[in-house]
């Protein structure tokens, strides 16, 4: 990437991480007015972010979603987009400590990777990719904020913490949203993936390590779903299960191509 | 048995009930997550086929069934629930029988793949009409548990367009244009089938370059010429065919840009743009000539000339029958519509 460029994503990156830390001094040392003044801070991130997304779009000539730095830096678009909306929304701007980790951990990665243009390749020119894509960011995003939501909810339901009920219960339906948003997203994400994976491939299951990975976050989804729904699971135990279940997305994603490299799923081209 | 019977009897006394309940929902949903976490951590270590024969091993087998059981009964119990609800104008019920239902129909889809799903990959050269010989056909996969014979298929291939990324192995765009027997002329792409009969699509997989050989006696007369489908493609690797009528051997390589480079051939894109082929005659053991050879350029060797004229391409193609993929998408659609039905709801609190 050129200069500019990264002297914008380094700002952009150390702009979220000293909200994130700014956000955790707040929470262990009980400083209100630090965790308020960081919605600026991260609002400022996220418009930058917003035109790095904007310029790598107009530079590659096609929505960046090439490669580990481009999924990387919209992925991380979404996350930041999702959990500002919900912090905004439930007015509980302390949210972005809990999810704005993941995002950080995803720009890393990604500005490890190759970083240079590469272009849309035939087999990525298909309408459903973007479906397929736009929808597992979506999901993602969504999964992140539940697990964000729960790791807060487990910061402040601990024993001798003061926190007000009533947003404690409304943390806790914003888990249990996420997460319902999170699983119909993930379902359309599958789907469009299925029949992507029929027009380039011949067939709509190979048992590729990501596929099964997915479709086993999806059915750890699916199950936290039909315990909050059917067993009442709500709190502190549903918070443990949405802070563990992102771990199937995170291997979905990063695991499978750092462990193997014959997965079908590899996002860099080159 | 009586005995076995009556114990179990004893122990569930509604063994109905018992399938259809909640719990059990529970535990085979559970059940379900733990047996694909086994799938997805072998699946990191091994390769797709053994997943697959390990996903279709007797006990997972037993597992999704007992699940589609509880779903059933699950569904029959809430039935009278639904129908209330949506008299009342509620439609999630029927959102959740649409969104699990699906289940059934992807339970179909999977075992309509499983039965009826069959693989054919073909070679046809720029110019060359399909008639299903066997030398027109690559490879077929195992045939499935049900063989109905396949539908009839016949085209003619004019044109296969690929194009690179500069000098990186980056398609940019694969297509070819095929004129079917039918007379309808279509356009297929790497990623873009074409529906050619029944739950039967035609996808292009790949390509290669077919040059025409030619062959000349000393006075000029041309006594071979074929076109030969050759794997040649990356630039670098090298493929060989027998003349047909002369006991020699011929293997070559294609650069599809040469360019000479501190005295050596280099290609400048992977794009056919100026082809040079790198040929090598033999008989037996003993090389008899080697060259690289610009359109038309020729070998000399036992008082004959090799040239190649031209080069084409041929297309690779996959043709796929599979009756589970419309089935499998109106599964989708209708979990789909039941989600969004669903959604037009506020989420119940929760609790049994």
Same mark, same amino acid.
Request: charged content about 15%; cysteine-free; hydrophobic content about 40%.
């Given at each position: 990437m050129s200069t500019a460029f990264a002297a914008f994503f380094w700002v952009m990156t150390v702009t979220y991480a000293l909200a994130v830390g700014a956000q955790l001094f707040g929470l262990v040392f009980q400083k209100e007015n630090w965790i308020d003044r960081t919605r600026w801070a991260i609002g400022a991130g996220l418009a930058v972010h917003t035109v790095l997304v904007a310029w790598r779009w107009i530079a590659t /000539?096609?929505?960046?979603?090439? /490669?580990n730095f481009e999924n990387a830096l919209f992925g991380a678009w979404f996350i930041v987009v999702m959990t500002v909306w919900a912090g905004w929304k439930e007015k509980f701007p302390l949210l972005a400590a809990g999810s704005l980790p993941f995002a950080l951990l995803i720009l890393g990665g990604g500005a490890l990777s190759d970083t240079s243009y590469q272009p849309m390749v035939a087999s990525l020119q298909s309408f459903w990719l973007f479906i397929h894509i736009f929808f597992a960011w979506l999901a993602y995003g969504a999964y992140t904020v539940a697990c964000g939501a729960g790791v807060i909810y487990l910061l402040k339901s601990r024993a001798g913490e003061s926190e007000d009920p009533e947003r404690l219960k409304r943390l806790d339906e914003l888990m249990f949203r996420s997460t319902v948003f999170g699983f119909i997203t993930d379902t359309v994400m599958i789907a469009a993936g299925s029949i992507w994976a029929k027009d380039l491939?011949?067939?709509?299951?190979?048992?590729?390590p990501v596929e099964t990975w997915s479709l086993l976050s999806w059915l750890v989804y699916g199950v936290a779903l039909h315990l909050r729904i059917t067993l009442g699971w709500r709190g502190r135990r549903l918070a443990w299960l949405l802070v563990f279940a992102i771990i199937g997305v995170l291997i979905s994603f990063w695991g499978v191509n750092l462990v193997m490299e014959g997965s079908a799923h590899v996002f860099n081209v080159g | 048995m009586p005995r076995l019977l009556y114990a179990i009897r004893s122990r569930v006394p509604d063994p109905i009930g018992a399938l259809g309940s909640w719990k059990l929902s529970i535990v085979l949903t559970v059940s379900g997550a733990l047996y694909f976490a086994f799938l997805a951590i072998w699946s990191t270590s091994s390769p797709p086929h053994v997943v697959q024969g390990i996903a279709g091993l007797l006990p997972f087998w037993i597992l999704y069934c007992l699940l589609l059981v509880n779903t059933t009964l699950c569904l029959w119990q809430r039935w009278p629930l639904m129908v209330i609800g949506l008299r009342n104008g509620r439609w999630e019920a029927l959102g959740t029988y649409l969104f699990h239902g699906a289940f059934f129909l992807l339970a179909l889809a999977v075992g309509l793949t499983l039965l009826f799903r069959q693989e054919m990959t073909l070679r046809v050269a720029e110019g060359?009409?399909?008639?299903?010989a066997p030398e027109q056909i690559a490879g077929r996969s195992q045939p499935a548990m049900l063989n109905p014979p396949t539908a009839p298929l016949g085209f003619r291939l004019e044109k296969v367009v690929p194009e690179f990324?500069?000098?990186?192995?980056?398609?940019t765009r694969l297509e070819a244009d095929l004129l079917f027997d039918s007379g309808t002329r279509k356009t297929t792409r790497i990623n873009r089938p074409l529906w050619v009969g029944p739950a039967t699509f035609l996808r292009m997989s790949g390509f290669g370059y077919t040059p025409r050989y030619q062959v000349t006696d000393n006075q000029g007369r041309i006594v071979e010429s074929l076109f030969v489908k050759l794997?040649?493609?990356?630039?670098g690797i090298r493929d060989s065919f027998h003349l047909e009528s002369f006991p020699h051997r011929v293997e070559l390589g294609i650069t599809p840009d040469a360019a000479e480079e501190e005295g050596r051939l280099i290609s400048?894109?992977?794009?056919?743009?100026h082809p040079v082929v790198t040929a090598q005659v033999s008989r037996g053991k003993i090389i008899l000539a080697e060259e690289d050879l610009s359109i038309g350029e020729k070998l000399e060797f036992e008082g004959l000339s090799l040239s190649f004229p031209e080069i084409r391409y041929w297309g690779e193609f996959s043709v796929v029958r599979d009756p589970g993929v419309p089935v499998l998408f109106t599964a989708f659609t209708l979990a789909l519509v039941g989600l969004i039905l669903k959604l037009r709801s506020r989420p119940p609190a929760g609790g049994p």
């Open positions: /000539g096609h929505v960046p979603t090439i /490669g491939w011949g067939s709509y299951w190979s048992w590729d | 060359e009409d399909f008639v299903g990324w500069g000098d990186q192995l980056l398609f794997t040649v493609f990356p630039p400048r894109t992977l794009n056919l743009n």
